[in-house]
């Protein structure tokens, strides 16, 4: 009698077990199909690790996120429609199409010997003649330099080194806050501004630079314990100073919102505090 109850437990649990690993595996496959779904293909050629990557977003209403690191063995690019949700059921509702999925953007890969460039941009495609706020992803091995342009959302930008230009904000759209955070020695020029969200650059202890930090509405702050900052002029709204005798121009604003530098030690994992 005990050795039967025993089988019938021992099938019962196995049967469990089962249901479950079929379920997870149900999950991650849907979960696989939906990223696919929400991938946007690159023309040309893988973007690899080992030559240089110049990368240009540009997302007229959204946020935009650039992570550079090595794992990424290839450049990937994912998008997301804000309120997905709300708009399926308004679609159903009120009988016009909607596309969650639809080619929003296109990416184009095109290179010269070992200069390779990824190219973001927004596609044509609307909703009722209404463009959605979309979220953009970029993931990349290796990034040498960016180019951003976004409205409707803030910018995230991790691992970049070399030239960096943001703008975030037009004026139709107000922009989001920028935070670009590096643990690549900055030594070339950095340029971001926003029109509606703070502006903040994490950086480590070898980078340099000549510094403007501009906020008329907001603070402006340097901090840091490493390196020597020569020739610091602060004024409401208004920082200038020259850290590590760098030449290369970093010029921050926010038109809205505070101007800042932080320098630590592991610049990619820090937070800034700031309400995103």
Known sequence: M???????????????????????????????????????????????????????????????????????????????????????????????????????????????????????????????????????TVEIPQCDGIEVRNAGGKVIIVGVEGAINVISGDEEVAGGPIEIRTDKKQVEEIYAMSNGGHVTLVTGPESAGTFELVAPRGKTSFSSRYGVVDHSLPKVGHWTGIWNDGTNSIYLESQDGDASVIVVENPVMHSSGKTW
């Not at 999925?101 to 209404?130: C, Q, R, W």
């Open 2 to 136: 005990f050795k039967t109850r025993s089988m019938i437990l021992l099938a019962a649990l196995a049967a469990l077990t089962l249901t479950g690993c079929t379920r997870m595996g149900g999950l991650r496959a849907r979960m696989a199909a939906d990223e696919l779904a929400h991938t946007v293909p690159i023309q040309g050629d893988p973007v690899i690790l080992g030559r240089l990557n110049a990368v240009v977003v540009e997302n007229p209403y959204g946020k935009v996120k650039v992570y550079a690191k090595p794992a990424h063995e290839q450049a990937h690019i994912t998008f997301r429609v804000q309120q997905e949700r709300r708009l399926r059921w308004r679609a159903a509702r009120q009988g016009f199409e909607f596309d969650p999925v639809g080619e929003y953007f296109k990416a184009i890969h095109s290179h010269n010997g070992e200069l390779s460039t990824l190219s973001v941009m927004p596609t044509d495609l609307t909703v009722e003649g209404y463009r959605p706020p979309i979220d953009l």
